[in-house]
């Protein structure tokens, strides 16, 4: 399913089933940072994927990470689009943060 850049409709929720390509991303995030022990992971790439934000206290704990986040080393713009196209509403946005996060953690270890 292609992602709508005029928004996110307000009554519409999020079905990791209708966007195949968040789960390839996340997939691809998953494999290269399976090995590297990074504190805080899972909020580290929900804050930059979110807001392309990521505190400069997990800057300085994680500068690995961070550096493969801000390079554009990860595909993730169809997450990214994602999120810019449904910033009106956050039911939507919440549930796609839940499940990134979710994902992410049954994937990845978490220190």
């Not at 909020?43 to 690995?64: A, C, G, V, W």
């Not at 990470?65 to 801000?70: E, K, T």
């Not at 993730?76 to 919440?94: P, V």
Request: charged content about 25%; overall charge positive; some cysteine.
């Amino acid at each position: 399913m292609a992602i709508m850049l005029r928004g996110v409709k307000t009554a519409v929720r999020f079905n990791e089933n209708d966007y195949p390509k968040v789960q390839e991303e996340l997939a691809a995030i998953c494999n290269a940072t399976s090995q590297v022990s990074i504190r805080d992971k899972t909020d580290m790439i929900i804050s930059y994927l979110r807001d392309h934000f990521i505190k400069s206290k997990q800057t300085i704990k994680n500068p690995e990470l961070a550096r493969l986040l801000v390079t554009g080393f990860y595909q993730t713009s169809q997450i990214e689009l994602l999120f810019a196209s449904c910033r009106g509403n956050k039911s939507f946005s919440k549930d796609l943060e839940n499940y990134i996060s979710s994902y992410l953690q049954q994937r990845l270890e978490i220190f």
